[in-house]
Each structure stands twice: as C-alpha cells, then as structure tokens.
C-alpha cells in the first residue's frame, strides 16, 4: 500500500519560512502529479500547489510568487518551501499523490493522502 510521509510544519512567525517534504513510500507504483493542499478550520480543502512528472506546475493565486513546490523523481518526493509566511496560510497541509499502482497485478488508479501536517503562521 502506497503511503505519503510529510514533514516540515510548525510554527513560525509571519514574514517566516518553512519547508515541507512528502515522500512517498510501499509497494509498485509510478506517481504522475504531486501536490499540496491545505484545510483551514471550518473551511474546506483547497489546492495549494501541484507539480507534474514533467516539472509543470500549478498554484493557488494566494500563494504564487511566495511558495514554491519542487519534486525529486527518483525520490517519489515532494517539496513546498513557503516564504512570506502570512497568518491566513495557517492551516492543515496535506500532500498528495497520484498515478497508479500495481496490486495483485494488475495496474490500479493511485490517489493518496497523506496524514497531514499543521503549519501555524502568527501574527
């Protein structure tokens, strides 16, 4: 069974940094789209970055120009280093991957979450 290790939240102060990884780990399988998406309280998932096999990119107009999402292939691993760090991007982080994966088999449709980290931006 795939599973995505995330690692990287805090807290930090606005104006801060952080860098989150996502690795992905288990079984047969190859990745397609990598991405990040955070929950904040009492609202819901939203996407924050993704990122292609190929290196194509795509973010949230909240975070372009302070986040950056980057990929090591070979490392089935995902990164989102965020600078300019402002209260309103605390939130739940979620990495997720997709592609397939082999089971029994046969290649299967992958969509997997991981467990999430929590970022806290304070004012």
């Known amino acids: 069974q795939v599973q995505l290790v995330e690692s990287g939240g805090g807290l930090v102060q606005a104006g801060g940094s952080l860098r989150l990884s996502c690795a992905a780990g288990?079984?047969?399988?190859?990745?397609?789209?990598m991405g990040w998406y955070r929950q904040a309280p009492g609202k819901q998932r939203e996407l924050v970055a993704s990122?292609?096999?190929?290196?194509?990119?795509n973010y949230a107009d909240s975070v372009k120009g302070r986040f950056t999402i980057s990929r090591d292939n070979a490392k089935n691993t995902v990164f989102l280093q965020m600078n300019s760090l402002k209260p309103e991007d605390t939130a739940v982080y979620y990495c997720n991957a997709n592609g397939r994966v082999l089971d029994s088999g046969v290649w299967r449709p992958l969509d997997a979450w991981g467990q999430g980290t929590l970022v806290t931006v304070s004012s």
């Open positions: 288990g079984g047969i399988f190859s990745i397609n789209a």
């Open positions: 990122i292609t096999s190929s290196g194509s990119t």
